[in-house]
């Protein structure tokens, strides 16, 4: 090889270099070829396998996902809802006891009776006339031209277009009619001196029963050690209503039975049998009358049953509307009402309210179950004799059948949940209501699953003042499917398009396939031709090559040379325009590119520099858009706690207005009684507005630095919050030491930290269900620390979320409900601009602590 010379070393390299590594190269790609065509098949196979799969599931689990979410957030929706009526409830008769215990304090007379029973009216809701469809055989409007046509368009702007929604308020005909059925006074022995009554004007001996509302009441006997302000509340009281047609009354039903159709002798459903007769009902309120200290009578209202119906009969809890003036029980969707012992006393098919017998003056007989129908007959005792010594909910299962032969034979229908052997919901309800609460669950009851909620009435006077259930409790039913309608239409429509994907898919596949096959078997063909040529046209060129290549190579390493010691500005000369030529240019110009790609890099430093500055301004910027959301957050808050704070100066002050009132109508009015009433008013407005004064001062921003008391500061945010706490029983235990403690800072942005970590202990609590829930605050010493400890009882917070609470925008609340930026602006306040220190100390099941620390200086 030593005597061989450059030229022909070249050529042998360059047969070595290109003509071997060719051959071999095109044989690799032969083999390649053949090898990527298998594995595209295949792969193209397996992914449209696996694409299908992942389609199919990410589906069905979006689709599941949607209706669990969507059936959760309309429980929790008729859950509040059943608990607002509940509680709306508890309010009106805590009413009827204010009316009663004013009344009890007056000079009773015939005018004053007759004054007050006309001063208590109510609206109710009614509905038009129906009559029955022999077509359709369906209930109808008498005059449905009547209904009052509302415009349904809307001049939208398009910024407002996207999902643009509105319901306009239902027209509903309403009456004013007396509160009282029924306001009688009597002395101790029972007989009545005055009376007004829509029952019976004839003044009676009440100690008789025989003398009381359908023989059912026996008041008298229980009334008598009744102390001075104490109060006497009967049940339900009226006469039983009863039909032998379960849901719509029609006439096929009617003729099945071989009944005669008669629908206004059958009781009142709402659209099922809009003319049946009404059930009429009471509830008693009685209290002692003391004169010089010596009881010498009673005072008694009958509140007419009506305006309590009235809280369920017009609600349909899954209608665009709330509230309506008729309600079609046939769909499920309805709300009702139960005693605290479980008795039905309130619902859309009067027949099911259970009432009482007008002769004997007991309870009618109650829907009862096939086996203990059978039990009831063997006993050969009256009906609520048998009732009284049988155990109650005795192994209430769906297994178990109605006894259809009272109904067929009687028409008994009136619902006892104790006895109700066959509708497992009713244990249900007592057990969610076990402890004065509510809630829900999901049965499946007449061939639907039905949500069904059950919130206690918070009435506690009189018989009602040592049961936990109060006066009884709200339920509300609706059908689940109607809550994922949507959903399971949009699950069809995904699963149609998901078909056709598929199908496209296959034929593109399939296709494809094909077309990657020829084009295969056409790139072996052409690479064969290409390598055979490409051989020839190198040995032909290598000779010139040789020579050519070898004059070049010497420019070459000159060039690479100075550019190697950093000689940029060093070009070669280009003497021609082949590819050594090019190579030449390309080196010209990669010396060039490089040269300009620093000044790039120096104009890039200098506009970073900029960017950096601009993001820092852009950041401080958000940090104030933070800090402003959580003002609005606690803003929020302080609304809902002015809210609680007022709702007992407002009632107490719509009390003195409306005695004002009664004394002007009755002539008690004098200048002593209107400076007593103005008195009382102008200190409750005084409150009310130190409320609003203390709520301001809390907004304040400090300033400057002040030294502030520790303790004060903690007790103004929990007097603020107290009374909302209350209202959901959360208990607030404060631990403070019995030596004050100062710090240096900002009161009032210490006072919103505290106030967002004790509102999201509140949150969890409420969320969570938490019984006995508190929330523990501590102050103390702790060597050369200041610390103050918030504890509560919420379950703590869950692994993977600990190191995430004091992010900005995290939130495990519902969409809607939190803003994520709580506790990162507490950490921001309590260690950026009061110099201290804020963490988790722990958390587990038992619930979590926050510490707060400051240096004690």
């Known amino acids: 090889m030593k005597n061989l010379s450059i030229k022909i070393k070249l050529i042998l390299i360059f047969v070595f270099i290109k003509i071997i590594p060719l051959l071999l190269i095109s044989y690799l790609a032969y083999k390649g ?110 005059n449905p031209n009547n209904e009052r046509k509302i415009p349904k368009s809307r001049n939208i702007l398009k910024e407002n277009k996207k999902e643009f929604s509105f319901t306009d308020p239902a027209e ?89 159709f008669e629908p206004e002798n059958s009781a009142y459903a709402g659209k099922e049998n809009p003319v049946g007769k009404k059930f009429e009902g009471i509830i008693r309120f009685v209290t002692p009358v003391f004169k010089n200290k010596k009881k010498v009578g009673f005072v008694s209202l009958a509140l007419d049953h009506q305006h309590i119906m009235q809280f369920t009969d017009t609600i349909n809890p899954t209608g665009k509307n709330l509230v309506q003036d008729i309600i079609n029980a046939g769909t499920g969707n309805y709300a009702f009402m139960w005693d605290n012992k479980g008795r039905n006393i309130s619902h859309i098919r009067d027949y099911f309210i259970l009432g009482y017998d007008k002769n004997s003056g007991k309870r009618a007989m109650p ?85 069904t909620t059950a919130a206690t009435i918070p009435y506690y006077t009189g018989q009602y003042a040592n049961s936990k259930r109060g006066f009884g409790f709200v339920t509300i039913g609706a059908n689940v499917d109607e809550f994922h309608a949507a959903a399971n239409e949009t699950k069809k429509s995904v699963t149609n398009i998901l078909n056709k994907q598929k199908e496209n898919m296959k034929e593109v596949v399939i296709e494809n396939g094909f077309e990657i096959h020829k084009f295969i078997l056409m790139l072996i063909n052409e690479l064969s031709i290409v390598t055979i040529i490409m051989v020839v046209i190198v040995v032909l060129i290598a000779l010139w090559l040789s020579s050519y290549i070898s004059k ?18 060093y070009r070669i000369d280009v003497t021609s325009n082949d590819e ?71 009632n107490a002050l719509a009390l003195v207005i409306q005695n004002i009132k009664f004394s002007f109508y009755t002539g008690d009015l004098n200048k002593e009684n209107m400076e007593k009433s103005v008195t009382k008013a102008t200190m409750l407005t005084n409150n009310m507005s130190k409320t609003i004064d203390d709520f301001r001062d809390f907004f304040k921003p400090n300033k400057v630095k002040l030294e502030f008391s520790l303790e004060k500061s903690i007790q103004k945010v929990i007097t603020l919050v107290e009374a909302s706490f209350s209202s959901s029983d959360i208990n607030i235990i404060k631990d403070f030491p019995d030596y004050r403690i100062n710090i240096f800072g900002y009161e009032n942005e210490l006072s919103q930290a505290l106030l967002n970590i004790i509102n999201n202990a509140r949150d969890e609590l409420i969320e969570n269900k938490i019984k006995d829930s508190f929330i523990e605050v501590k102050l103390f010493k702790d060597k050369s620390l200041i610390v103050i400890e918030i504890t509560d009882n919420a379950n703590g917070i869950k692994k993977e979320n600990v190191d995430k609470i004091f992010d900005p925008y995290f939130t495990t609340k519902e969409e809607g409900k939190g803003t994520g930026i709580g506790l990162y602006m507490t950490k921001t306040i309590i260690e950026q601009n009061m110099g201290g220190r804020l963490y988790l100390k722990a958390s587990s099941k038992e619930g979590s602590t926050f510490r707060i620390e400051f240096k004690n200086t």
């Open 33 to 142: 070829v053949k090898q990527i065509d298998k594995y595209i098949k295949n792969s193209t196979d397996y992914l449209f396998m696996q694409s299908e799969n992942i389609i199919n599931q990410t589906a069905k689990l979006s689709i599941n996902d949607s209706i669990k979410h969507l059936d959760k957030k309309s429980q929790h929706s008729l859950e509040r809802l059943s608990y607002q009526i509940a509680n709306d409830v508890a309010q009106f008769l805590y009413q009827r006891d204010e009316d009663l215990l004013f009344l009890s304090n007056m000079n009773i007379n015939q005018k004053l009776l007759d004054n007050f029973y006309k001063s208590k009216n109510r609206n109710i809701i009614l509905h038009d006339e129906y009559i029955y469809d022999d077509n359709t055989h369906e209930w109808i409007l008498k």
């Open 172 to 260: 509903l005909v309403k009456k004013s009619i007396p509160l009282y059925k029924e306001i009688t006074y009597f002395n101790v022995k029972g007989k009545e001196l005055y009376k007004v009554s829509s029952l019976d004007k004839t003044l009676k001996d009440i100690s008789k029963k025989t003398n009381t509302y359908v023989k059912a009441e026996n008041y008298f006997n229980e009334i008598e050690n009744l102390k001075q302000g104490e109060i006497y509340v009967s049940n339900v009281i009226g006469k039983y209503v009863g039909s032998k047609v379960i849901g719509n009354y029609d006439k096929i039903k009617t003729a099945k039975s071989n009944l005669k």
């Open 367 to 451: 829907w009862i179950s096939e086996d203990l129908a059978s039990k009831y007959k063997a006993s050969g005792l009256e009906i609520n004799e048998f009732l009284n010594k049988y155990q109650s909910f005795d192994n209430q299962s769906l297994d178990k059948k109605p006894n259809l032969e009272q109904v067929i034979k009687d028409g008994n229908l009136g619902l006892d949940c104790r006895y109700l052997n066959f509708a497992p919901q009713c244990h249900g309800w007592m057990e969610v209501t076990k402890n004065g609460g509510f809630g829900s669950f999901i049965i499946y009851w007449s061939n639907v699953w039905k949500l």
């Open 552 to 569: 070049k190579i010497e420019k070459l390493l000159i060039g690479t040379n100075k550019f190697a010691k950093n000689e940029l500005d």
């Open 580 to 650: 050594i030529g090019k190579l030449e240019k390309s080196f010209n110009n990669m010396a060039s590119k490089i040269q300009e790609q620093i000044q790039k890099e120096k104009s890039l430093i200098e506009s970073l520099e900029k960017k950096v500055i601009n993001e820092v301004t852009k950041q401080r910027k958000q940090e104030q858009l933070l800090v402003q959301q959580s003002k609005n957050a606690a803003m929020g808050e302080m609304i809902s706690n002015i809210a609680h704070q007022w709702r007992q100066p407002l």
